[in-house]
Each structure stands twice: as structure tokens, then as C-alpha cells.
Nanobody, 124 residues
Framework: QVQLVESGGGLVQAGGSLRLSCAAS????????MAWFRQAPGKEREFVAV????????YYADSVKGRFTISRDNAKNMVYLQMNSLKPEDTAVYYC?????????????????WGQGTQVTVSS
């Protein structure tokens, strides 16, 4: 049974930091590119960051570039999102996702597996 379980969300003041974690199980983790998406109230789910199977390649949405860092530990089947200099507009539910195929694919429909999400709220 495939599972992606996010953790680490919470309430933080603007300018603060959070580190999200995603624990993966039930599939061959190092065969999948992993990504983070987010969805704010009333908005569509949007791409945040993606990392290749062997951690060499990462891509970020322009809105988070320079502030967020995606990483993974294939030995532990974990993926992380370090979020610094948080802004109120970063407030959203953050989802972990796993997909096969080229790392440059960032569309939500290119990811087969999804977690349930973790809430991040940034106060001004």
C-alpha cells in the first residue's frame, strides 16, 4: 500500500522558517521524482519544487526560488522542504507527491502518488 505522510506544518510568523517532511512507503522510492505542491483556499493546487531520483536536479517555482530548498534521503525514504523567509502568501496546504518520468515535468497530473497534506499558516 502506497503511503505519503507529510508532517512539520504549523503556524509561523512572517520571516520565519519551517521544515516539512514526507515519509514514503509502499513503492520503490528512489525510482520516483518527488515534489511538493501547495493549495491555498480558493486557489488551484500549484507546483512548489521537484527533485530528481538521485537528488542531482531540482526545480522551483519562481515564487519560492531562493527561499525554499527541496531535498531527499533515499536511504530513509524521506523528502523534505526547508522553507525560509516565509511570507503570508505562502499560507496553504502543502502536499508531497511522487511520480515517474523526467524531473522537469511539474504538472500535477504527472504525479501518481499524493499525501494528505499539511497546513502551513504564515501570519503577518
Amino acid at each position: 500500500q502506497v503511503q505519503l505522510v507529510e508532517s512539520g506544518g504549523g503556524l509561523v510568523q512572517a520571516g520565519g522558517s519551517l521544515r516539512l517532511s514526507c515519509a514514503a512507503s509502499g513503492f520503490t522510492f528512489n525510482n520516483y521524482r518527488m515534489a511538493w505542491f501547495r493549495q491555498a483556499p480558493g486557489k488551484e493546487r500549484e507546483f512548489v519544487a521537484v527533485i530528481s531520483r538521485e537528488t542531482a536536479i531540482t526545480y522551483y517555482a519562481d515564487s519560492v526560488k531562493g527561499r525554499f530548498t527541496i531535498s531527499r534521503d533515499n536511504a530513509k525514504n524521506m523528502v523534505y522542504l526547508q522553507m525560509n523567509s516565509l511570507k503570508p502568501e505562502d499560507t496553504a496546504v502543502y502536499y508531497c507527491a511522487g511520480g515517474q518520468g523526467a524531473v522537469w515535468k511539474s504538472g500535477a497530473d504527472t504525479f501518481e502518488y499524493w499525501g494528505q497534506g499539511t497546513q502551513v499558516t504564515v501570519s503577518s
